[in-house]
């Protein structure tokens, strides 16, 4: 399967405990995005990377998460002392500069 | 700051019935609209964009800069059609980051 992966799928954690999410991007895909989508809304975009860089965060980004792509390939999404309001789908979507973005099948995140 | 909307949270029709998706954004600048599909325990997919001015799966989407739409239609609607829609935009932002609309869940009945 050449799409984009991501790992895990589904994360259950207690309260104020710390996740990390990964995401595959499509091989030689310069552009990986993060998105968040909780129930019954749209996607709502939160950061972006072309190659190792980190160019663009969202608001809705705060200093809990924090997310790296240290070699321009995979990346890492992590929230530090998770909030019940941190639930959600978090998607991972990646394309060349300007085209299409390919998501991937996204990690739901429980927090307890 | 740039917005999608999509009015219907559910659309429901029946089988050969015409099929349309409303959507509408404001942005300021010149936008690129597409159409993503989410079937079943599927992955998000592009159905379509508007500047490629294309007709997939018997979808066709025009944009209306005067009305600020981008409604998906298609004129028979197909039981495998059943699905989540949803409406994104991408302005003139250098990272193509999209903005979606809450999206339409279309139920197609025999």
Known sequence: DTGVSQDPRHKITKRGQNVTFRCDPISEHNRLYWYRQTLGQGPEFLTYFQNEAQLEKSRLLSDRFSAERPKGSFSTLEIQRTEQGDSAMYLCASSLIGNEQFFGPGTRLTVL | ?110
């Not at chain 2, 159905?47 to 981008?70: C, P, Q, V, Y």
């Open chain 2, 1 to 110: 700051a740039q917005r999608v909307t999509q009015p219907e949270k559910l659309l429901s029709v029946f089988k050969g019935a015409p099929v349309e998706l409303k959507c509408n954004y404001s942005y300021s600048g010149s936008p690129e609209l597409f159409w993503y599909v989410q079937y079943s325990r599927q992955r998000l997919q592009l159905l379509l964009r508007h500047i490629s001015r294309e007709s997939i799966k018997g979808f066709t989407a025009d944009l209306n800069k005067g009305e600020t739409s981008f409604h998906l239609k298609k004129p028979f609607a197909q039981e495998e059609d059943s699905a989540m829609y949803y409406c994104a935009l991408s302005g003139s932002n250098a990272g193509n980051m999209l903005t979606f609309g809450g999206g339409t869940r279309l139920m197609v009945k025999p």
